[in-house]
């Protein structure tokens, strides 16, 4: 059974950093793709970045792009997401997810497997 673990929210200041985690476990990975998704208070889950396990290949939002990280270990089946110069707007409970499609997608429909969720709250 597949199931996916996040970690590393908490609270920063504007400009701060952080480091979300995603321990995935129940199966082989190597022809997945892993996304990272959002949720703020009263708004829909927004995608934020993506990668395609088997290249590295990475994909973002534009609203993430240049901030934002996504990155996997192989050995350790985990995927980060770095998050600098982080913003009040970037505030919400991030998601990390796991979709059979091997080419990452944008749309939460596409991944069939999602962990509980981590907060980030970014102070102004």
């Known amino acids: 059974q597949v199931q996916l673990v996040e970690s590393g929210g908490g609270l920063v200041q504007a400009g701060g950093s952080l480091r979300l985690s995603c321990a995935a476990s129940g199966r082989t990975f190597t022809t997945y793709s892993m996304g990272w998704f959002r949720q703020a208070p009263g708004k829909e889950r927004d995608f934020v970045a993506a990668i395609r396990w088997s290249s590295g290949s990475t994909y973002y939002s534009d609203s993430v792009k240049g901030r934002f990280t996504i990155s996997r270990d192989n050995a350790k089946n985990t995927v980060f997401l770095q998050m600098n110069s982080l913003k009040p707007e970037d505030t919400a409970v991030y998601y990390c997810?796991?979709?059979?499609?091997?080419?990452?997608?944008?749309?939460?429909?596409?991944?069939?497997?999602w962990g509980q969720g981590t907060q980030v709250t970014v102070s102004s």
């Open positions: 997810a796991a979709s059979r499609f091997s080419i990452p997608t944008m749309s939460s429909n596409d991944y069939g497997y």
